[in-house]
């Protein structure tokens, strides 16, 4: 069963460009969840979706937004990138919520 | 506010002996813990989870206790292996409807051989 897969893993933009996140929940799981980690917050959520509808959002900025398509593949989008957006973005996916959540390698990306 | 506390940043022991890491958290709502292993450059790896209904969960080497009066939760790795060798992070979620994890900031393990 193939685990949960962000694309791209690395990704270096500019300041004030947007990026788009890539994440494929395994096989079966409705639910997706974004996270972002870095070394003076750890890892702190951004957002669920659930059946296309976004259930829970963190304490982030507007220019941080998701979706999820109908077959549960989702997308962040991050739009005026700032330096301090560096991190590693991680998804995770679960059957439904208050599941174990299980972890995608994440996208390193890298704001200069 | 930080929900999830991790307060030692670190842990070194010799291998084959008990790894205990501990954590506490503040929220009484949350009602599901889980914990994860994470090498560095990829993503937290899921180890072992408990309910709040339950005070023991056991799974091969690893053994989480939950200890709800105190709100404090204790992950046991025995015996301890160099490939343990990891940073942990504890997780909980409030369930139901809320059911995003609040992460600890983790400890870093090490297995001495």
């Known amino acids: 069963k193939a685990g949960v897969t962000q694309t791209p893993r690395y990704l270096i933009k500019t300041r004030g460009q947007q990026v788009t996140l890539s994440c494929s929940p395994i096989s079966g799981h409705r639910s997706v969840s974004w996270y972002q980690q870095t070394p003076g917050q750890g890892l702190q959520f951004l957002f669920e979706?659930?059946?296309?509808?976004?259930?829970n959002k963190g304490n982030f900025p507007g220019r941080f937004s998701g979706r999820q398509f109908s077959n549960s593949r989702s997308e962040m989008n991050v739009s005026t990138l700032e330096l301090g957006d560096s991190a590693l973005y991680l998804c995770a996916s679960s059957v439904v919520w208050n599941t174990e959540a299980f972890f995608g390698q994440g996208t390193r990306l890298t704001v200069v | 506010d930080q929900q999830v506390k991790q307060n030692s940043p670190s842990l070194s022991v010799q291998e084959g002996r008990i790894s205990i890491l501990n954590c506490d958290y503040t929220n009484s709502m949350f009602d599901y813990f889980l914990w994860y292993k994470k090498y560095p450059a990829e993503g937290p790896t899921f180890l072992i989870s408990i309910s709040s209904i339950k005070d023991k969960n056991e799974d091969g080497r690893f053994t989480v206790f939950l200890n709800k009066s105190a709100k404090h939760l204790s992950l046991h790795i025995v015996p301890s292996q160099p490939g343990d060798s990891a940073v942990y992070f504890c997780a909980a979620s409030e369930g139901g409807a809320n059911s995003k994890l609040t992460f600890g900031k983790g400890i870093t393990l090490s297995v001495r051989p």
């Open positions: 979706y659930f059946s296309e509808t976004q259930r």
